[in-house]
Structures are given as structure tokens and as C-alpha cells.
T-cell receptor
Framework: AQKITQTQPGMFVQEKEAVTLDCTYD???????LFWYKQPSSGEMIFLIY??????QNATEGRYSLNFQKARKSANLVISASQLGDSAMYFC?????????FGTGTRLTIIP | EAGVAQSPRYKIIEKRQSVAFWCNPI?????LYWYQQILGQGPKLLIQ????????DSQLPKDRFSAERLKGVDSTLKIQPAKLEDSAVYLC?????????????FGNGTRLTVT
């Protein structure tokens, strides 16, 4: 069975600093996808970034990048130059056989 | 492009009552998902449709939950009878090609409180 683990329940980061949110996964299937979603207090789930298991390069989207280490089965999200609006819950998720499974999330708080 | 529409936004019912949620996915999206998100947890997949057929309903409590997607467009999720532990946010999502490499687009959710 596939499993997604986020070990940081909460993080506090100073504004303008970079932050890394950890995510590890467990699957024996060679074909899978990894996603990060942001959930502000308003509740909507916002897609941030995607990494395919066969992608050779780490995915980047603006201030977001995904540090994909396949051998370690980790897919950490890096947010550069954090902003107050980055305060939210962040979920790592994995797709396998078209089923998307979420981790438990990390609550990120940006301090002014 | 209009997003995923869900209604109602909030619902409060007593245990043993029934409730229904509605979802209209993004136009052209073949795959539709219902997720349950209990406070403090990540979303859990309840059911996944491909057009109007069920792809995965292994985590749907079928004794009380039902869902349908008539005509392969909008969908309803029903709970009958509701239990206290059903209090959660119910999220609907859709994707163009399925979840392998196509991001899911989520609605704003329905927050259900069972008293």
C-alpha cells in the first residue's frame, strides 16, 4: 500500500526566509506522481507543484521547488523568500494507479 | 475557466438525519473525486468516478454513504443516516485525465457538522 509521511506538524519561519517542508513516501511501483497542495484557512486546496517519478529534473514553479530524491523516497517542498500569505496548511500527496493519497499536512506560519 | 462548484457551503444536522452534497466539476473534466477531510487530517478519498462509472469506492462506508454521477457531469454525495463522526469537510475535485500526472482541482468544500 502506498504511504505518505509528513513529520512536521507545524513550522514557524521568519518572513523572507526560505523554508523546507518534508515529505517521504513509500511505494514499490516505479510509476507514480508527487504533488504539493496548499490549504489556507479559507479551506480551498490549491495545487502548487508536480513531480513525476521518471522526471530527471526537480520541478520548479515560481517560488516553489520540489527537492526530489528518488533513492531516499523524499519529495520536499522548498519555498524561497517566504511571504505572510504563505501561512497555510501544506499537504504532500502521491498518485499511484490514478488514486491520490494525502499526507497529514504541515501547518506553516510566517512571522513578520 | 470556472472552477469546481460545491453546495451547500455549510450544513448542520442532527445525528440520524440525512444530508446531500452537490458538486459540478470543471467543464470537460472526466474524473471526479469526493474526499472527506476530518479536522486536523489530510483528505481521504471516498469515491472516484471516471465519466459516470465508479473507479474506486473502497473507502466509502456503503452502509450510510452513497454517491452518483448521472450523465458523467455533476455529482451528489449522500449520507443517511449521519453519525457524529461524519462531521468533516467534504471536498469535491475534478481532473482532466485522472490523477497520475494531472493535478486535481478542488472546490471550496462543504463543512458538515453533525450534532
Amino acid at each position: 500500500a502506498q504511504k505518505i509521511t509528513q513529520t512536521q506538524p507545524g513550522m514557524f519561519v521568519q518572513e523572507k526566509e526560505a523554508v523546507t517542508l518534508d515529505c517521504t513516501y513509500d511505494t514499490s511501483d516505479p510509476s507514480y506522481g508527487l504533488f504539493w497542495y496548499k490549504q489556507p484557512s479559507s479551506g480551498e486546496m490549491i495545487f502548487l507543484i508536480y513531480q513525476g517519478s521518471y522526471d530527471q529534473q526537480n520541478a520548479t514553479e515560481g517560488r516553489y521547488s520540489l527537492n526530489f530524491q528518488k533513492a531516499r523516497k523524499s519529495a520536499n517542498l522548498v519555498i524561497s523568500a517566504s511571504q505572510l500569505g504563505d501561512s497555510a496548511m501544506y499537504f504532500c500527496a502521491m498518485t499511484l494507479n490514478e488514486k491520490l493519497t494525502f499526507g497529514t499536512g504541515t501547518r506553516l506560519t510566517i512571522i513578520p | 475557466e470556472a472552477g469546481v462548484a460545491q453546495s451547500p457551503r455549510y450544513k448542520i444536522i442532527e445525528k440520524r438525519q440525512s444530508v446531500a452534497f452537490w458538486c459540478n466539476p470543471i467543464s470537460g473534466h472526466a474524473t471526479l473525486y469526493w474526499y472527506q477531510q476530518i479536522l486536523g487530517q489530510g483528505p481521504k478519498l471516498l469515491i472516484q468516478f471516471q465519466n459516470n462509472g465508479v473507479v474506486d469506492d473502497s473507502q466509502l462506508p456503503k452502509d450510510r454513504f452513497s454517491a452518483e454521477r448521472l450523465k458523467g457531469v455533476d455529482s451528489t454525495l449522500k449520507i443517511q443516516p449521519a453519525k457524529l463522526e461524519d462531521s468533516a469537510v467534504y471536498l469535491c475535485a475534478s481532473s482532466l485525465h485522472g490523477a497520475v500526472n494531472s493535478p486535481l482541482h478542488f472546490g471550496n468544500g462543504t463543512r458538515l457538522t453533525v450534532t
